[in-house]
Structure formats: C-alpha cells, structure tokens
C-alpha cells in the first residue's frame, strides 16, 4: 500500500501491554471488589461507626500499598519492579480481591438470611390432617373415596375444618359430610371403634389426644395420610376472613427503650415451624439502658383463661399455642398485666440447631441427674458444657425432679442464659451468624424486623457491655380440670399461685422502669 507520493505506508509500531498498564488493571480490580466489600458491609449495618472507620482505613491503606508495592522503581536500577516482585504483587492482589469478595458475599447472605427470618413468620394457620388406623389398607387420600368421616365440630376449628373438607372433597372428586364430634377424644375414640374409617382433625391435636391414657398410643396406633396446610390464601379463597396477626407493639428505639419479648419453644420436631402447643413460655423483659435482662418462666401447665374463648373458659398454656402466637401472647399479657412488643419462636429442632452452631452452651447445673424423660444423657453437678442434644434433653427433663415442671423451666432459663452469655461474650456468633441463620431457616421466626435486630447488634459490638441476666418462674400446685381445648375430658393442670404471679409482675415493672435486679430479689 502506497501514500500519495507514491511511497509505501509506514505502519504505526503495535503498543505493548506494559507492566504499567497490567498494574492499573490490578488496582482498579482491588478497587471493585474492596467497593463492593465495603457497600454490603455499610448497607447491612449491623457495625458501629468506629469499626466503618477503621475498615474505611484499612481498605484505603491496602490500595495505597499495593500501589507502591506495584509502581515502585527499584533504588539498584532505578527501573520499575523485577520478576519477583511482580509475582508478589499479583498474589497479594488476588488475596486482598478475595477477601474483599467474600466478606462482600457473607454481609449480603447475612442481610437476606435476616430477612427470611423477621419477614414474616409465616401465613400458615393451621394444618389439618387426615387420619386413619395403622392397619388400614388406604396408603393416600385418593384411597378413601367412599370411606366414612368423622371431624371437629367447635367454632375455634370451624373455619380450618371446613377448608380442609373443601379440598378433600376436590381431590376425591366427590361431597366429604364429615360426622362432627366437640372433642378430639370423641373424635379419636370413633376412629379406634371403628365407627370412623378415617378423621380430619388439626394435627395440634394429635398431641393433646396423647395426653388422655386411653389414647396415648394414638401416634402409633394411627397414621397421617394427608395434610391441608391452611394458609391466609386459602381462607379466603374459602370466604374466610383471615385472623388478625398481633397488634403492632414495637418500641420506637429498641437500643433505648424497654421491651419484652415472649420465647416460644414449639412442641414440634418438624424442620418448618407450624402452629402446635408451646412447650416453652418464657418473658424475656429487657432494659437496653441498664443492661439489665429478667427472665420470667410459666409452666405449660398453667390454667389460665384462653382468650379464644368468648366465656373466658381456662385451659393449659400449652395448649393456647394451637390457637396461634397470638392467643399466647395475650393470655400471658392478661396474666402479668404487661404489654409483650415482640416474639420469637423456635421449635426443637431449631434449639438443637442453634446450640451446636453457637459450640455448645456452659451453664451451672445446681444439681446432678439423669434424664428419665430421654434415656442415656446424665448431668453433673456444677459448671457444665451442653451440646444441641444434650440441652434439649436437659431442657425437656421433669421427671427426675420432686418439683416437676417447675425445675424444668428453670432449668430452661439457665439455657437462655447460656445462650445470652455465649451471643455477648463470644465471637461465635458473629462469625457463624449466616449458617446460624440459615440453619434455622423455617424452624426460627421472630416479629422483630431486621432493622431493630441489626441495631441491637450494633450496640452490642459498640459498648461490648455485660449484661445483668436474673431469672424467676413463677409457681403453682397440681390439680385436675377440663380445659377449654379438650372438653370432656380431664387433665393435669397447674393452678396460678398468685403470690408468685405478683412478684413477677413486680419484677417486671422493676426492670422497665430502670432497675437493676439482685439475687435477693428474685429468690
């Protein structure tokens, strides 16, 4: 090729990619990667202002020192880096890269872990079961067709009865008329004579059947072949009316001001928390100002009135929890005369979980047993360290103690107190907060949203404060009654001393209003 005057054209020499080049290529892929760190760790703000400052620092000072370790010319040649410090720079660059990526990636599982925990708890009402004897030659619902039903006939399960008859109506493709019967004893005792060949009942009952001698082998003796999950959705899509959840109860500042907040542990093992009895009922009252933390313990056998019943008819605490959280959380409101801002409920499966993330629990065990409720676990007298098993099983235990249910739950609070002093005094948690999280992932949920639980956090990480942890369960004597939820039949209930129930709702207004608790005050 020739230019105008006739000469062949000169070709502009090719650039070469120079170490100069390769080494803004280096830093400004630090720069992204340590930008993105940074904005998940920012945007997650859960990390005082200091700790943002000083990673702020830290990350600058990396990209001026790689600059240097990058650009610097030799004082022996005066000519840029040699092969071994290119080679350094390289590795150094990717390790920063790296780090900076996966402390991006863990911020950001941590903030959408959160969020499926605080955003919302779940619609799920109710799951409705059908059951029929061991031995029966059905294996799924579409064997039943013809079959003879029988379901609860009360106005608190009217709703969820009839969805589930609904649907098992369309998957039969023909009318289900259930008989209706007012108890899950009555209910039970059909199926077991044979009068029923199959019952839909709310599978919260299945427990509480278990309770009455005559049915206590209604797990074995029974088998679940279908299930209705009740959602809000299908309510509605049934004419229904969704139940109102709990009245907004948040505080305005929950670094600032006083809550409490009600521990439900769920009677299930299933790795997704639906509604069933509450087998844990402890008031976790706590004041931020002062540091101070109060745990209030109500056996499961507390007879106290069920606020679903229009009468104010009584009924274990345990058995509120089938109702839903809510129904809970007022009949212990209507107990103390205090107001509960929040909840968080945890099934046995989720405990387990939680505990072997956290690397165990130490607590101090007053006195040494063996559990006669889960064969095989011995406890020692003294400072003791629990594994996920080994502490639900401790938790669990009554049998071995002249006092029952009441050293259980006692037993119960030196747990959370474990596990209160293993979240501010050690590092385990922050370190495994999104396995923790995503561990428990449909086995945890809490009413508090992820802004208030990240705000916490971040006082904790501020002040590194000690927190002054007392305990108190409140105590009754035994009895027999019929309860709103298994009428017709009598069981063991626990009969509110009152004295007790007023020292806690003393307790309580003592923490609130800013006062500090001594062992004194709650022997």
Known sequence: MKNKKGDASVQKPKKKFTWKTFGICLLIAQGLCEGFALAEITWLDMLPFKYLVVINIVLAALMALMAIVIFRKSKKTGKGPGIGRKIISVILVLAICTGSLYAGMFAMKVRKTLANVTGNQTDVRAVIGVYVLADDPAQTINDCAGYSFGAMNTESDFEYTTCAVNEISGVLKTPVVPTGFDTPDDLAGALYSGTLQAIIMNESYATIVEDNEAYIDFATRTRLIYECVITDDVLIANGFSPKGDMDAAAVGDIT???FILYIS???????????SRSDVNILMVVNPQTKQILLIN????YFIPNPESSSGAKDKLTHLGIYGVECSIKGLENLYDCQINYYGQLNFTGFETLINDLGGV????????????VP?????????TLMGDEALAYARERYAFASGDNMRGQNQMRIITGVINKLTHSSSFLTNYASIMDDMSGMFVTSMDSDEIEELVKMQLGDMADWNTKSYAVTGTGGSEITYSMKGTKLYVMY?????VAKAQQLIDKVIEGGILTDEDVA
């Open 256 to 258: 600032a001001e006083p």
């Open 265 to 275: 542990g769920s009677d299930t093992r299933s790795k997704i928390l639906n509604v």
């Open 298 to 301: 109500t056996p499961r056998d």
């Open 362 to 373: 130490t607590i101090d065990n007053p006195v040494a047993f063996s559990s006669k409720n």
């Open 376 to 384: 095989g676990y011995s406890y020692s007298q003294g400072e003791i």
């Open 496 to 500: 509110p001393d009152e004295d007790s």
